[in-house]
């Protein structure tokens, strides 16, 4: 049986990252939705209808991995985001972390065409998140939504959604998603700035190759899906030429 104390430590953990979240302005009333996978079929999740500032550890939902809710506190549900959080856990079983926010600059390129930030522009964004690529739109708390995500989910730890924000995840856990979120969204800053002053410049094939070479002799886990992304070139789609 669940209670309000079970997975007390991670909930607070969860809870403390939905508080920053907040004061970062990565997300307004209850906006956005974070989880964290606490066990191979147990994650921890936020509710529908409370603001983020708001958050602490007994109002913190938990579902299983099929996203069927096993505990939520009275008068609270999960939130209707659950479904594409539960298939990122189901389909990458590397993910531990999930946070969905709608930061300004980052949401403003999720509504452009602009695929810039799908470049290479700055060393460590590209080791740690690599590609930001936008996910066509789809109606939130859909299955079609899910099914977006999913196409490009092996691809990258970070998403735009089109038209509505950005998804990011780590394995280390909801508060290293929410440290790339908050790398993304100054990265979106710079590459905003670079673009007003103009002549902006990706780093080149032959250094991305090196960023490469640092993850292999390091054993460094690549951004992506541990089981499709060997190659940095390759994820940034880049000939060595
Ligand atoms: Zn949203």
């Given at each position: 049986m669940y209670t309000q104390q079970s997975f007390w430590k991670e909930k607070t953990e969860l809870a403390e990252a939905c508080q920053r979240c907040a004061e970062l302005g990565?997300?307004?009333?209850?906006g956005g939705n974070l989880s964290i996978r606490v066990s191979e079929n147990e994650i921890l999740i936020t509710p529908t209808k409370t603001p983020k500032r708001c958050?602490?550890?007994?109002?913190i939902c938990v579902i299983d991995?099929?996203?069927?809710?096993?505990y939520a506190p009275e008068g609270l549900a999960p939130t209707g985001e659950t479904p594409f959080h539960v298939r990122m856990y189901q389909k990458r079983a590397d993910i531990n972390g999930v946070v969905h926010a709608h930061p300004s600059v980052l949401t403003g390129f999720a509504i452009t065409?602009?695929?810039?930030?799908?470049?290479?522009?700055?060393?460590e964004p590209i080791i740690e998140i690599g590609p930001i690529i936008t996910v066509p739109y789809e109606t939130p708390l859909t299955d079609e939504l899910s099914d977006n995500i999913e196409k490009f989910?092996?691809?990258?730890n970070g998403f735009l959604l089109e038209n509505h924000g950005a998804v990011f995840c780590s394995g280390k856990g909801v508060m290293d998603a929410l440290d790339m979120l908050q790398m993304a969204e100054e990265m979106a800053k710079s590459v905003f700035v670079a673009n007003v002053l103009g002549n902006a410049k990706t780093i080149t094939p032959y250094y991305v190759k090196k960023l490469d070479d640092v993850l292999h002799v390091r054993s460094l886990k690549m951004p992506g899906d541990p089981n499709r992304v060997t190659s940095l070139v390759e994820l940034y789609n880049i000939g060595e030429n």
């Open positions: 990565y997300v307004t009333s209850s958050i602490s550890a007994e109002h991995l099929n996203g069927k809710t096993l065409n602009n695929d810039m930030l799908t470049k290479p522009f700055l060393p989910l092996p691809l990258s």
